[in-house]
């Protein structure tokens, strides 16, 4: 189950990469190749259980940068960018609904469902139908084809 595509770009990417974050440390999150205006961003998320810092994402570039320039498997030009997947990560694959059920989520539907755009509940679980969410005591399943994006939910005090 996937939510977001994958694309044989990021796909080879992540393939040439994983074991550098693993060899690091790190589990390798996510890899987004995306077109801002005219400039082509190549984005690594990484994470662990002690979060990720700035020194963790300048410890990982160099290595990930090395291999891609001798691997070469984006043909034009790009910014290198590698990060933390963040408080609020986007969960995308099979691996991630696994790892934070029982996590607060927000569900932000393609057009309102029941009347609402967006839900926050404890996710249940997922799979290739649906995300199943305990919201205000009620388990409900939304089918992946009317979801958006599905976030982790942090509140800031």
């Keep these: 189950m996937k ?9 080879r990417v992540y393939d040439l990469i994983k074991p550098i974050t693993d060899e690091l440390g790190y589990y390798l999150w996510d890899v987004c190749y995306v077109k801002e205006g005219a400039m082509w961003y190549l984005r690594i998320f990484i994470d662990c259980d002690e979060g990720i ?16 320039d001798k691997a070469d ?10 990060g933390s997947a963040g408080l609020e990560r986007e969960l995308v694959k099979e691996d991630h609904f696994e790892v934070c059920t029982g996590d607060e989520v927000r569900i932000r539907f393609i057009r309102a469902v029941d009347g609402v755009k ?9 799979d290739k139908e649906g995300v ?3 919201a205000d005591g009620e388990m409900k399943k939304f089918p ?5 994006y599905v976030k982790l939910n942090f509140e800031f005090e």
């Design 118 to 126: 967006e839900i926050v509940g404890i996710l249940e679980g997922a």
């Design 53 to 68: 810092t700035i020194d963790d994402c300048e410890r990982a570039t160099k290595p990930i940068d090395e291999a891609l």
């Design 3 to 11: 939510l977001k595509k994958f694309g044989g770009t990021e796909r």
């Design 73 to 82: 498997p984006i043909s034009q030009s790009y910014m290198l960018e590698v």
């Design 132 to 134: 199943t969410v305990n």
């Design 144 to 148: 992946l084809c009317d979801i958006s």
